[in-house]
């Protein structure tokens, strides 16, 4: 079973950037779609970003469009998340999470069947 470790959050100013990483243990990681969520105190997981098996293919929630990227690399076991133009309003826990069966890009939390433990994000006006 692949397992999922992020890392790279903490607190930055207002229009600054973090790049966020998320290691995969496992010899399949090149198979599965990815995706990044985020989850605000009180707030549900909302989806941020997701990238297809090989980076060919990727697709973000509008509020991130312009300012987030998200990448992998596959010899790496390893899928990034650039964030620039950072906001208050996008502080929360982020999560990135893996559709083991390769369903195809989706924003939905309930395709992805493997889950990291998150890492916090702190954007400060």
């Known amino acids: 079973q692949v397992q999922l470790v992020e890392s790279g959050g903490g607190l930055v100013q207002a229009g600054g950037s973090l790049r966020l990483s998320c290691a995969a243990s496992g010899r399949t990681f090149s198979n599965y779609g990815m995706g990044w969520f985020r989850q605000a105190p009180g707030k549900e997981r909302e989806f941020v970003a997701t990238?297809?098996?090989?980076?060919?293919?990727?697709y973000y929630a509008d509020f991130v469009k312009g300012r987030f990227t998200i990448s992998r690399d596959n010899a790496k076991n390893t899928v990034y998340l650039q964030m620039n133009s950072l906001r208050p309003e996008d502080a929360a826990v982020y999560f990135c999470a893996a559709d083991s069966l390769g369903r195809g890009l989706s924003v939905n939390t309930r395709q992805y069947d493997i889950w990291g433990q998150g890492t916090q994000v702190t954007v400060s006006s």
């Open positions: 990238i297809n098996w090989n980076g060919g293919i990727t």
